[in-house]
Each structure stands twice: as C-alpha cells, then as structure tokens.
C-alpha cells in the first residue's frame, strides 16, 4: 500500500486549501484513513479520520474549520481546511490502516501505512 499526499503550500490566515491523498492498493474502501501533522520542533498530533462506515472525527483544534472526506471510487482522501490560522502551520501527513479499533484512531502508532507529507504554511 502506497499513499501519495498533494495540495500543500503557502495561504493567508482565513484562507483555505484542500489536501487530497491518494492510495494505491487493494481494498481502499475497508481502510480507515487519517490525516495527522507535525509542526516545526513538535510531535506529530491527529488532525482527522473517516472510518470505513464514513464515520468522521477531528481532533478539537479543527472541529468546525476541516472537512474529511473520502472517495472510494477513486481511492482518495481529502481534506478540506477552511478558516486557516497560523497555528495550522505544518507538514500534514495522511495515513490508512484496515485494522484500527475506534479507541485507536487518535494513536500515530496504530496506522501502518504513511504517505510522504505536504507542507502547508498559514502566513498571518
């Protein structure tokens, strides 16, 4: 399973941008998939996930600005950001995983599979 993320880069704080992930390999739509972020000198922290059932959960900084959403059709995971603050400021990384438990979604360890990052900076 490979996972291919794009859609980063520069926006003003209020702005918005739109991650898109793509997975290559089998079974996309019995993956639950996430999206996590690490800024600059911090640890990686869950930003988001939609489970199989589409099923979503946000981590509290986003409840309300950020959309996942998936496409089974076309084994893609999106991530809508609207309202962008610079403290959105960071590598986002999305993740998939077949096996995860709900009590796991928030856990970077509980994801197998990882895509490459996409930089997304919010100038103030």
Not at 5 to 26: E, K, N, P, T
Request: proline share 2%.
């Amino acid at each position: 399973v490979q996972l291919q993320a794009s859609g980063g880069g520069l926006v003003q704080a209020g702005g918005s941008l739109r991650l898109s992930c793509a997975l290559s390999g089998r079974s996309f739509s019995t993956y639950t998939l996430a999206w996590f972020r690490q800024g600059q000198g911090k640890e990686r922290e869950f930003v988001a996930a939609i489970r199989r059932d589409r099923n979503t959960h946000y981590a509290d900084p986003v409840k309300g600005r950020f959309t996942i959403s998936r496409d089974n059709a076309q084994a893609t995971v999106h991530l809508q950001m609207n309202s962008l603050i610079p403290e959105d400021t960071a590598v986002y990384y999305c993740a998939a995983d077949s096996r995860i438990i709900l009590s796991s979604l928030t856990l970077v360890h509980a994801y197998d599979y990882w895509g490459q990052g996409t930089l997304v900076t919010v100038s103030s």
